[in-house]
C-alpha cells in the first residue's frame, strides 16, 4: 500500500542551526500539508501546498521557515534558525482531492537543544 | 477559541468495555475526520464523514451535521486501541484539529 515518506525520522540539532526536513507524498496527490504538533496538542497547519503552488502559509513563520514543492512531487521544509520552541513533531500529509481523506507520514520529532 | 473540541481529554477503560469519544465544532464543513495517533506520533486515517454514520471493525463514527457533533464508539475495546483519538474538520478550505482524547485500554 502506497504510504508518505518522511525523513529523518528524528533530528537533533542545538539552536541557531538550520534544519530541513523532506516529504515524499503519495504518487498522484495533487495536495501535499506540512503540520507542527507540539506534545499533547493537535497538528497545527504550517504550509498547504496544491502542486507546486502555495495554498496556505498563513501560520508558517515566515521569518525562520520555509517550505517548497518545486515540481509539485516532494517537498522541503527547512528552519533557520532554529529556536528551542520549535521542538516538536513535523508531519506531512497528501490527500488526492477534496473527497478524500488525508495520508499522514511518520513524521519527523525535532529536538532542539 | 477552538474551532473544534473534544471530549474527554483523557479516558482510561478497561478491556472489554463499550467506548465513546465525542467531538462538536462551531465551523461550517465539508467532512470530519477521526484520527488515531500511536505513541510512536505516526497518525492513520479512520473515517472520513459528511453524514450518518460509517462502520469499520469494531469502530463506528457518526456524525450530527445540524447540531455540528460526531462520536467515535469503540465497541469490545482492546489494549491496542490505546492511542490518542484526534477529530478533525475540513471547511473546503482548510483543517481545523481538536487536541486529541488519549485513551488507555487496560488488560
Known amino acids: 500500500e502506497a504510504e508518505v515518506a518522511q525523513s529523518p525520522r528524528y533530528k537533533i540539532t542545538e539552536k541557531s542551526q538550520a534544519v530541513a526536513f523532506w516529504c515524499d507524498p503519495i504518487?498522484?496527490?495533487?495536495?501535499l500539508y506540512w503540520y507542527r504538533q507540539i506534545l499533547g496538542q493537535g497538528p497545527e497547519l504550517l504550509v498547504q501546498f496544491q502542486d507546486e503552488s502555495v495554498v496556505d502559509d498563513s501560520q508558517l513563520p515566515k521569518d525562520r521557515f520555509s517550505a517548497e514543492r518545486l515540481k509539485g512531487v516532494d517537498s522541503t521544509l527547512k528552519i533557520q534558525p532554529a529556536e528551542l520552541g520549535d521542538s516538536a513533531m513535523y508531519l506531512c500529509a497528501s490527500r488526492w482531492g477534496a473527497l478524500d481523506t488525508q495520508y499522514f507520514g511518520p513524521g519527523t520529532r525535532l529536538t532542539v537543544l | 477559541k477552538n474551532e473544534v473540541e473534544q471530549s474527554p481529554q483523557n479516558l482510561t477503560a478497561q478491556e472489554g468495555e463499550f467506548i465513546t469519544i465525542n467531538c462538536s465544532y462551531s465551523?461550517?464543513?465539508?467532512?470530519l475526520h477521526w484520527l488515531q495517533q500511536h505513541p510512536g506520533g505516526g497518525i492513520v486515517s479512520l473515517f472520513m464523514l459528511s453524514s450518518g454514520k460509517k462502520k469499520h471493525g469494531r469502530l463506528i463514527a457518526t456524525i450530527n451535521i445540524q447540531e455540528k457533533h460526531s462520536s467515535l464508539h469503540i465497541t469490545a475495546s482492546h489494549p491496542r486501541d490505546s492511542a490518542v483519538y484526534i477529530c478533525?474538520?475540513?471547511?473546503?478550505?482548510?483543517?481545523?484539529f481538536g487536541t486529541g482524547t488519549s485513551l488507555t485500554v487496560i488488560p
Open positions: 478533525a474538520v475540513h471547511t473546503g478550505n482548510q483543517f481545523y
Open positions: 465551523v461550517g464543513i465539508s467532512a
Open positions: 504518487s498522484g496527490h495533487a495536495t
